[in-house]
């Protein structure tokens, strides 16, 4: 299946929804592919499966005004909406999170694996 894109504000083509991630280091990319369905493209190891877990993971999300379930509850992994969300909300973590496939010539001064 192909993956889930978006269009790119500056371009009329469209584009995966896919961030880099740092945390002083290049850590890797993750991607949303679909429903259910995360790319990380990142050495194999621990923090691999922290970023397994984190976006299998479920988040609680108020309602917006007049909508009577209050809060509701989904996967980070479940809609584009939920990916871009959880991916802006590494910061919380002190990553950083930015659009990006991680193929930018000089981006990164330490590339891990």
Do not use: C
């Amino acid at each position: 299946m192909e993956a889930r894109t978006t269009k790119n504000e500056f371009d009329s083509k469209e584009a995966p929804v896919r961030y880099e991630i740092e945390n002083g280091d290049y850590v890797g990319t993750v991607e949303w592919q679909g429903p259910g369905r995360v790319a990380l493209e990142m050495p194999d190891g621990p923090q691999k499966e922290w970023f397994q877990r984190y976006f299998e993971a479920e988040d609680s999300v108020m309602g917006g005004a007049g909508e009577p379930q209050g809060m509701t509850f989904e996967k980070r992994n479940e809609s584009e909406a939920a990916f871009n969300r959880a991916a802006w909300e590494l910061s919380a973590y002190s990553y950083r999170v930015r659009q990006g496939d991680g193929m930018r010539t000089g981006a990164h001064t330490r590339r891990n694996g």
